[in-house]
């Protein structure tokens, strides 16, 4: 058996990042943990499980957005609340016991619950809307938060005092409260009435009562239910961890002795800024990174002994055909997130007078950030850049003009724009209709340029990576100031536009589903 210990939380917390649905999301929801676990659950190339070790009500709709519903999975909470339901459960707010005489409501966003004119509760609902969370006040002032669980019950509540968090209570199915969580210290009491918590493994259940009834953190009541989880697996399973600060001490004593693979994901835990966990590295049976770049970092670390690190990319190559031909512009697609400000100065400087001769041509301004002034900023920057070359500063899209409106008195059209994606699908719809990626950034993105290979779409790039063969299906820069022949390369008609693309599609036959699972084979058996 095969179980991977992801890292989904929301920030530094035990928890889930949930959020409600009108919220926008400030990052994606994939990372390496999700692709893995979408290949063995497709492909079924190996028996698998997800351990879970924070607090997740809404892991259900979490799945099923991961297009992985019937993932099987353990739950370090559900064992500590007791709980037994698999399935989700339709929940309406209208069943809950509210008060003679509420009065309901309905905003765009929320539903506010009223009581004798007064703010009762405030209902906040998921992307699916189910509802996720309900704020109680009194007199103005919320007193109460209750956490649902989508499988129809509250999961959790925290108890407020002059408006700040003092607890939060973890309950069972029923309401009893198990656990009390403060948050001046966070340290947690276990209710005395039920110092006991549900193991549930292999269609057994067993109950073990808590070793303490006060513990200084959540992680070592967390710890002490795992180990009780590991007590239960054989010596032959693997145990998969993706690299996260919040649980790399506890699984490092945790998982002493364990077949272990350590998966290391650059947009969540970045090699060269944890070196502390070197440590845990030389106790793993296979080191997996999803670069070449951490591959050649491990290797040159001194202290790491072990031998077997793989790179094996979390993202799948598909043959996706664009529609670039198809439109009447060419554009260029350039990642501008970690661009140092002389860099991107230079860069808007360059690309405003290739525009300024080449009709057809745009740039596109890529990010992933999803501030919301994100997108003024970078084109108030472009204006500015553009003025001090003394090019039009109307080659920028103005703030009014970033959903598409177009003043009509402007004299030059309009050139840039900004293209500010969060999440894999909108990047995904975004590259469709680019015709080249310009990324001058030291370490290029790893899923623009797997989806490059995927789409056909030349790459320009200032470091060369695996994903890029020079001359064929992108240009590795030797000098800065090659960039307009590169340019020009690819956009002075389609001879070499299509060569690229040919070849893109071939380099992209390393990196399909069949290709990263007979790599994960060639790992399991290697431990096994």
């Keep these: 058996m095969l179980y991977f210990i992801p890292a989904w939380y929301q920030q530094d917390e035990w928890c889930e990042n949930e959020q409600v649905w009108n919220v926008r999301r400030m990052h994606t929801e994939f990372d390496d943990t999700v692709k893995q676990i979408q290949l063995f659950h497709r492909n079924g190339a190996c028996p698998y499980r997800i351990l879970l070790l924070g607090f997740t009500p809404n892991f259900r709709h979490f799945l099923h957005r991961q297009g992985v519903f019937h993932a099987p999975y353990l739950s370090c909470f559900d064992a500590l609340q007791e709980i037994r339901r698999k399935r989700p459960m339709v929940l309406s707010f209208h069943n809950l016991n509210w008060p003679a005489g509420i009065e309901f409501i309905y ?31 009194e007199q103005g002032r919320i007193c109460r938060r209750n956490i649902y669980d989508d499988r129809g019950f509250v999961s959790a509540t925290v108890l407020f005092k002059k408006g700040k ?34 193991l549930q493994y292999e269609g057994q259940e067993q109950k073990k009562p808590f070793l303490k009834r006060s513990y200084e953190s959540m992680e070592q009541v967390i710890g002490e239910v795992f180990s009780e989880y590991l007590n ?36 969540r ?60 512009v060419q554009k260029i697609l350039v990642p501008v997130d970690g661009v140092h400000d002389m860099v991107f100065q230079w860069m808007i400087q360059l690309f405003g ?11 596109h301004l890529f990010t992933r950030q999803a501030q919301r002034d994100r997108c003024e900023q970078l084109l108030g920057d472009t204006r500015r850049y553009l003025a001090k070359a003394r090019l039009p500063e109307d080659l920028a899209a103005a703030s009014a003009q970033i959903h598409g409106e177009k003043d009509a008195k402007d004299s030059f059209p309009v050139k840039f724009f900004v293209e500010q994606c969060v999440d894999e699908l909108e990047v995904s719809k975004c590259m469709r209709e680019q015709r080249l990626i310009v990324d001058m950034r030291k370490s290029p993105e790893l899923y623009l340029q797997i989806l490059a290979i995927s789409i056909g ?16 299906n992108g240009i590795v820069l030797k000098k800065p100031g090659q960039l307009g022949k590169a340019l020009d390369y690819y956009l002075n008609g389609l001879e070499n536009w299509n060569k690229a693309m040919v070849c893109a599609f071939e380099l992209g036959k390393k990196y399909t589903a069949e290709k990263l699972v007979e790599e994960w084979k060639e790992v399991i058996d290697f431990i096994g």
């Design 232 to 267: 239960l697996t054989e010596d032959t399973d693997l145990f998969c961890a993706a690299m996260h600060k919040r649980h790399a001490g506890l699984l490092q004593e945790a998982l002493s002795g364990k077949k272990l693979i350590l998966s290391y994901f650059s947009d």
């Design 165 to 198: 968090p003092f607890c939060q209570d973890y309950l069972t199915e029923d309401g009893t409260w198990k656990m009390r969580c403060f948050a001046s210290d966070g340290h947690v009491e276990i209710n005395p009435k039920c110092p006991q918590y549900l």
């Design 353 to 363: 007078a290739y525009v300024s001769e080449h009709k057809n041509a745009q740039i």
């Design 457 to 472: 779409v030349p790459q320009i790039v200032r470091t060369k990576t695996e994903f890029v063969e020079q001359g064929k």
């Design 107 to 137: 905003t765009p966003f929320v539903v506010v619950a009223m009581l004798k004119g007064e703010k009762y509760a405030q209902i906040e609902f998921g992307e699916d809307g189910n509802p996720i969370r309900i704020a109680l006040f």
């Design 269 to 328: 835990y970045p090699v060269k800024d944890h070196p502390e966990t070197f440590d845990m590295a030389e106790q793993a049976d296979y080191i997996i990174v999803d670069s070449r770049e951490n591959l050649k970092r491990f290797q040159k670390e001194k202290r790491i002994t072990v031998k077997q690190i793989k790179n094996i990319s979390p993202y799948d190559s598909r043959v996706d055909f664009g529609i670039s031909q198809q439109l009447d």
